[in-house]
């Protein structure tokens, strides 16, 4: 597996491309335009979006990514209610055009598989009611819950600031210290890095 790294300057959001032989998986494209994400593909074609949560800076490229490529959508049940919900997902207010997805295919809390690759599914709520991180082989891609020294906001609509603790504590902090950490803003960090030094939530 290949992981390509697209980078929002605006948002300061990362759109991960998850390349294995000639297909791909797009997590949270929220890229500047649909079109920079799949030139970064290269000769791989997309299939699959996987949704990590609802906001608009993690969605913004999705209609125009299934349009160009005919990718299918997946997503939990509660990441396919919120990012249905422009009050939730806040589009309207984050991008001036009000988004809502209402074609996502349901995942469940258990393994998947996409484009051959075996996907773990990890409910971690708290920055929204739906966040979702995502563990292929020893990378876990973790939206806006976990991020390099720092954690996810909770003051946003279904947002929750114990229900996030609790989520990076006993769902990610048990995952094994050398898994590296992909997050949705910033730079890369690892588990173990982030248990003794997390500004916000030590294990």
């Not at 300061?12 to 079109?35: S, T």
């Not at 806040?90 to 690759?117: F, H, P, V």
């Not at 773990?120 to 966040?131: A, D, E, F, I, R």
């Not at 020294?149 to 609509?157: A, E, K, M, V």
Request: glycine share 8%; proline share 3%.
């Amino acid at each position: 597996m290949e992981i390509i790294k697209t980078e929002n300057y605006n948002t300061d959001e990362n759109c991960y491309i998850l390349v294995n032989g000639k297909e791909a998986v797009a997590i949270d494209p929220g890229y500047d335009n649909a079109d920079g994400i799949v030139k970064a593909a290269g000769d791989a074609k997309i299939k699959y979006i996987l949704l990590t949560h609802c906001h608009y800076d993690h969605i913004s490229a999705v209609p125009e990514l299934v349009r160009i490529t005919g990718a299918k959508i997946a997503a939990t049940p509660e990441c396919a209610a919120n990012t249905a919900d422009r009050r939730i997902n806040l589009t309207e207010a984050g991008l001036g055009r009000a988004i809502e997805i209402k074609d996502a295919q349901i995942i469940s809390d258990e393994d998947i598989e996409l484009c051959g690759m075996k996907i773990k599914v990890l409910k971690t709520p708290g920055h929204t009611s739906c966040g979702t991180c995502f563990l292929i082989e020893n990378n876990l891609f973790s939206g806006d819950t976990l991020f390099l020294r720092n954690i996810g906001r909770w003051d946003l609509p279904t947002g929750d600031e114990e229900t996030l603790k609790k989520s990076i504590k006993e769902v990610l902090y048990s995952l094994d210290e050398d898994i590296r950490v992909h997050p949705g803003h910033g730079a890369e960090t690892t588990i173990g890095y982030e248990k003794k030094y997390n500004f916000v939530c030590r294990g």
